[in-house]
Structures are given as C-alpha cells and as structure tokens.
C-alpha cells in the first residue's frame, strides 16, 4: 500500500475520532423499531408543571396519545411533582431505592447536573440512536450541546423548552420617577448602569417624606443570584467553573470578584438593592422595589397590580434586556430542563424518543412555550417572523407578557451568546455556594445597618461592612466555601 493511501486513511481516521470526541456529531441513522398499535406501548412521564404550563403539556400529550402515539402504538401517561426540587428528590429516591419509592420513569424532566448524576449510575439512554445528525442539527446548538456531559459522545438530555434572564420593570413608578429625575431606561443595559439609577432612586423615595432620614426604597432585585455570578464572569472574559473532563477549576480572580461585590453587595447594603419574598416578582408587587432581573418565565408572575399595607394600584410592565458588566460581551445565561430517557428496552427507548420528536416539532413547540414563559427549541422558531406565522396560523394563544418577553429574546437571538456551565462532580452543591453566600452577607449587613441609630452611626456602620477589609475576609471565606462543596462537605 502506497504511504499517501496510508496517510489519508489515517488522517480519516483521526478526523472521525476527533468528532465523535466532540460530542454532537451524531449519525446519517437512527434506530427504529416496529411498534404494535394494537398493543401501544405504555410511557410515563415526571415532571415540574404546574398551573398554565401543566394544563398546556397535558393537552399536548393527550393530542399525541390520539394522533401519533395511537397510529405507532404508544400511549404516555405524565405525572406532574409541581416543583424542581420535589422532582429531583423523587428521582433522587429512586436511584437510591428508598423504600416506597416510585420506579424512574421512561422520561423525566431534568436539569444537566441531575441528569449528569444520573447517568453517571448508568441508568439514561444514548438519545443519538434514536435521532439521526439531521434531526438534531434543527435545534439551536448550544441547547443539544449542554446534552453531552459525559465525554463520550452519547447524548443524555433532550432540549424540550429554554429560557434566559430578561429585565422586568414597573413602568408606572419608573415613569414617575424618571419624568422627575430624568433617568432613561438606556442607562440600565449596564450593571453599573443599575447601580447608578438604583441610588438616584433611592434618594428620590427618600425625599418624598424629609420628617423621615433614610427611608428611600430599593430599585432593584434579582433572583437566582448564581447567575449574576456564572453570566458575570463569563462576560467579563472567564469561567468562574473551568471543566474538563469532569474536574472542576475554580477561577475566582479577585479583581473580577470585586466588581460583582461592588455592585451586588455594596448597593444592597446600602438600601439601593433589595430581596424580600421567594421572587422578586413578589417584591414588586409588595412596592419594595420596582425592577428586577429573572428567568424569563418570571414574566408570567409579574403583578398587575402593586398591594400595600396603605394602597392598592395598577402598573404596567417594560421588557428589557437583562443588564450586563460594563464594557462586557453580550452573553446570557442559558437554562431551563430538558427531558431524560431512562435506559430500558427497545421498545420504550425508541417510543420515548418519538414523543420527544413530536413535542418539539415547531408548532407544538411553540404552542407549549406560548403558556410557558420558555423559549422554542428549534432554530427556525426562534425568529420572532416565524414565531408570529405559526402562531397566526394555528390559532394559538399567547400571553401578553410571555409575548413580550419572547419578542424581545427573539429581536436579537442571533447576536446572542447563550452559556451555562458544564457539569461536574457536587456542582449542585457549588452553585448552591453562589446562590447564597454574598446574599446571606449582604443581609446580614444590611440588618446591621438597618439597626444602627443614628446618621453617623448608620454610615459607620456601612463604611464597615463595605470596606476593602470586610470584601477580603468575605472573599477568603467565599473561596473555601466552594473547595468545601466540591469536596462534599
């Protein structure tokens, strides 16, 4: 044999190794297996709805139990835990066969890191049997990619619904406000941005009554503080959870830390920033604050209506673009469950997989997202021109603010950089580190500034609490805090 004959067979060789290490390159075929309509086989289904979302995904399974599901012989039955964490615990207890536990079901709605959990235990099918590359080169790509955790080019979480962070804003108090003050919504497409207006607000509320120091309102919240972390950093230019191969490096860069304290902690202690209830669609409407930044399902859970110990009023909403650090790259952060099939026989794998194509075909996509607050799964449904012909031409109703949120994803999604970490051993337990420990620092401080006495002691107290010594000895704990978690402690 020739040495060029030699040499391109092995560069062919090295290029197939090199794709199928990558993960998502999938195969030109896929699996099928004869199914028996007289004899459908019969799937269950676990997962997290509840209210609107439920009742949609409900009709959309029992539209395919008469349509598909009754042609091919399969019948799915879905079980809704009402909440993540009720979820994962119930899938939890089934991989750990506590007794009374229910047996996992063929599919389940699941985040990566549960998932990654586990598949690790050898119990989620590899979806590339079953969908061929065509099949998966249709949904955006990062969406399929956050699937592959296991560095063996299988396939473990099927993208059925994503979501991102938007910004979410009272309009009726912000009108007020910034008709008086002259702050226009341009300047919160930064966090400083933020910042900044949260202060000129608070100063704003605090003159409203001059016989009482110090009461001005807080303008601003978030939820899922991991997030400000994750997107944060990623915008800033790093990996605050550098994986590979499973192994977990911890880039906390003390300067980019800094900026995250300096404008999170620092203005919630200083009254600027503020969380009061589960949400912070909760805070708005109790008036405590009147913007926030949160999933872009939040948007459903956004009140009409602000309530008060003394009042009662209608507010109207403005849908922004979640802010980001200045001078930062324009990444959001992607998340929201896919669905998992459990490794079984044949039969159920591959009946599985057939729901999963249906439900994420565009119309029914599209259909459940309407209801969902998430966005579509597929590339040619997330253009806001494609989103409106579906809608228009198959009758489907769309929420008011859903719609608005969509619209505004949709108007800039191929500008968009979307990320989410790669998952790795007690990474749960390592965000859990971000959700919480500046958040339970800046409450902490704020009730010490909120209990000092008079102005000198007050901004004492705050000049304390948000002094180049107090960041060091938090960063110092925040640090050992996630080596902490990592290890299991």
């Given at each position: 044999?020739?040495k060029?004959?030699?040499?391109?067979?092995?560069?062919?060789?090295?290029?197939?190794?090199?794709?199928?290490?990558?993960?998502?390159?999938?195969s030109d075929?896929s699996?099928?297996?004869?199914l028996?309509?007289d004899?459908?086989?019969s799937?269950?289904?676990w997962?997290y709805?509840?209210?609107?979302q439920?009742?949609?995904?409900d009709?959309?399974?029992?539209?395919f139990?008469?349509t598909?599901?009754?042609?091919?012989?399969?019948?799915?039955?879905?079980?809704?835990?009402?909440?993540?964490s009720?979820l994962?615990?119930?899938?939890s207890?089934?991989l750990?066969?506590?007794?009374?536990?229910?047996?996992?079901?063929?599919?389940?709605s699941?985040?990566?890191d549960t998932?990654?959990?586990?598949q690790k235990?050898?119990?989620l099918?590899?979806l590339?049997q079953?969908f061929?590359?065509?099949?998966?080169?249709?949904?955006v790509?990062?969406y399929?990619?956050?699937?592959?955790?296991?560095?063996d080019g299988?396939?473990?979480?099927?993208?059925?619904a994503?979501s991102?962070e938007?910004?979410?804003?009272?309009?009726?108090d912000w009108?007020?406000f910034?008709?008086?003050?002259?702050c226009s919504?341009?300047?919160?497409a930064?966090?400083?941005?933020?910042?900044?207006?949260a202060e000129?607000?608070?100063?704003w509320?605090?003159?409203?009554?001059?016989?009482?120091?110090?009461?001005?309102?807080a303008?601003?919240?978030?939820?899922?503080?991991?997030?400000?972390?994750?997107?944060?950093?990623?915008?800033?230019?790093?990996?605050?959870f550098?994986v590979?191969?499973?192994k977990?490096?911890?880039?906390?860069?003390?300067?980019?830390?800094?900026?995250?304290?300096?404008?999170?902690?620092?203005?919630?202690?200083?009254?600027?920033?503020?969380?009061?209830?589960k949400?912070r669609s909760d805070d708005?409407?109790?008036g405590?604050?009147?913007?926030?930044?949160?999933?872009?399902?939040?948007?459903?859970?956004?009140?009409d209506?602000v309530?008060?110990?003394?009042?009662?009023?209608?507010?109207e909403?403005?849908v922004?673009?979640?802010?980001?650090?200045?001078?930062?790259?324009?990444?959001k952060v992607q998340?929201?469950?896919?669905?998992?099939?459990t490794?079984?026989?044949?039969?159920?794998?591959?009946?599985?997989?057939?729901?999963?194509?249906?439900?994420?075909?565009?119309e029914n996509?599209?259909r459940f997202?309407?209801?969902?607050?998430?966005?579509?799964?597929?590339k040619?449904a997330?253009?806001?021109d494609?989103?409106?012909?579906?809608?228009k031409?198959?009758?489907?109703e769309?929420?008011?603010?859903?719609?608005a949120?969509?619209?505004?994803?949709m108007?800039?999604?191929?500008?968009?950089k979307?990320y989410?970490?790669?998952?790795?051993d007690?990474g749960y337990?390592?965000?859990?580190?971000?959700?919480?420990?500046?958040?339970?620092a800046?409450?902490?401080?704020?009730?010490?500034?909120?209990?000092?006495?008079d102005?000198a002691?007050?901004?004492?107290?705050i000049?304390?609490?948000?002094s180049?010594?107090?960041?060091d000895?938090?960063?110092?704990?925040?640090?050992?805090a996630?080596?902490?978690?990592?290890?299991?402690?």
């Open positions: 044999m020739k060029r004959t030699i040499a391109r067979m092995m560069a062919a060789v090295m290029a197939i190794g090199m794709l199928s290490g990558c993960g998502g390159s999938g075929t699996k099928k297996v004869k028996d309509p004899h459908p086989v799937l269950k289904i997962h709805y509840n209210g609107t439920q009742a949609t995904f009709d959309l399974v029992e539209e139990n008469a598909k599901g009754k042609d091919e012989g399969i019948y799915v039955e879905s079980y809704s835990y009402g909440s993540v009720d994962e615990q119930a899938v207890d089934s750990d066969g506590v007794v009374g536990a229910d047996e996992l079901p063929d599919i389940f699941s985040y990566a998932a990654y959990s586990v235990k050898g119990k099918t590899d590339t079953y061929t590359a065509a099949d998966l080169d249709k949904f790509d990062s399929v990619q956050e699937g592959y955790f296991a560095q299988a396939l473990y979480l099927m993208p059925v994503k991102t938007i910004m979410m804003i009272n309009k009726t009108d007020k910034a008709g008086e003050t002259g919504l341009d300047e919160l930064t966090i400083e941005g933020v910042v900044s207006v000129k607000y608070y100063n509320t605090d003159e409203q009554t001059p016989d009482i120091p110090n009461d001005g309102k303008f601003y919240g978030r939820d899922a503080l991991a997030n400000y972390f994750i997107i944060g950093m990623k915008q800033m230019g790093t990996e605050i550098q590979e191969d499973g977990v490096t911890f880039n906390t860069d003390k300067e980019l830390v800094k900026r995250l304290w300096d404008n999170y902690y620092v203005p919630y202690v200083k009254g600027y920033f503020a969380a009061y209830g949400f708005v409407k109790t405590d604050i009147i913007a926030y930044t949160g999933s872009t399902s939040s948007t459903f859970y956004f009140p209506f309530e008060t110990d003394d009042e009662s009023y209608p507010i909403y403005i922004q673009d979640a802010p980001i650090m200045e001078g930062g790259e324009n990444y998340q929201g469950a896919g669905m998992a099939v490794k079984s026989d044949e039969e159920h794998e591959y009946a599985s997989c057939e729901f999963l194509k249906w439900f994420t075909e565009k996509n599209i997202i309407c209801d969902s607050g998430y966005l579509p799964v597929l040619e997330n253009n806001i494609e989103f409106n012909k579906t809608v031409e198959n009758n489907i769309v929420n008011e603010k859903a719609y949120c969509i619209e505004k994803i108007s800039d999604f191929d500008n968009t979307f989410t970490t790669k998952n790795f007690n337990n390592a965000r859990n580190v971000l959700t919480y420990n500046m958040a339970d800046a409450s902490d401080a704020k009730a010490a500034v909120d209990a000092a006495g102005d002691s007050r901004q004492k107290t000049d304390e609490y948000t180049d010594e107090a960041f000895a938090w960063y110092d704990g925040f640090n050992s996630l080596e902490q978690a990592v290890a299991g402690e």
